[in-house]
């Protein structure tokens, strides 16, 4: 089984910036697409931005221009980094993988999530 695990939310000022990471573990024989995602309290949830495996990049418009998506191959890792945020970019942020790994013996493909991690910017 894989495993996909979030780091570097918290609590940051209108205009400030964040970075989060998300590393993924496991048997792991390739890994496709990444991506972050948000949800909102009271909302669905949303795409942010992708990154595919040879780094070709794709943002929501809302955040155009102010994030910044990357991935470390070699260490199974996305990274998303967050500036000029903006108290509408408050939610939980969840990564996103399209991964194939081994399992006894056998290959599998799944789209697997992170548990997610809290992004809230207030002054």
């Known amino acids: 089984q894989v495993q996909l695990v979030e780091s570097g939310g918290g609590l940051v000022q209108p205009g400030g910036s964040l970075g989060l990471s998300c590393a993924a573990s496991g048997s792991i024989f390739r890994i496709r697409d990444m991506g972050w995602y948000r949800q909102a309290p009271g909302k669905q949830r949303e795409l942010v931005a992708t990154i595919t495996s040879g780094g070709s990049t794709n943002y929501a418009d809302s955040v155009k221009g102010r994030f910044t998506i990357s991935r470390d191959n070699a260490k199974n890792t996305v990274f998303l980094q967050m500036n000029s945020l903006k108290p509408e970019d408050t939610a939980v942020y969840h990564c996103?993988?399209?991964?194939?790994?081994?399992?006894?013996?056998?290959?599998?493909?799944?789209?697997?999530w992170g548990q997610g991690t809290q992004v809230t910017v207030s002054s």
């Open positions: 996103n993988a399209d991964i194939t790994f081994y399992s006894a013996g056998y290959r599998y493909t799944g789209v697997y």
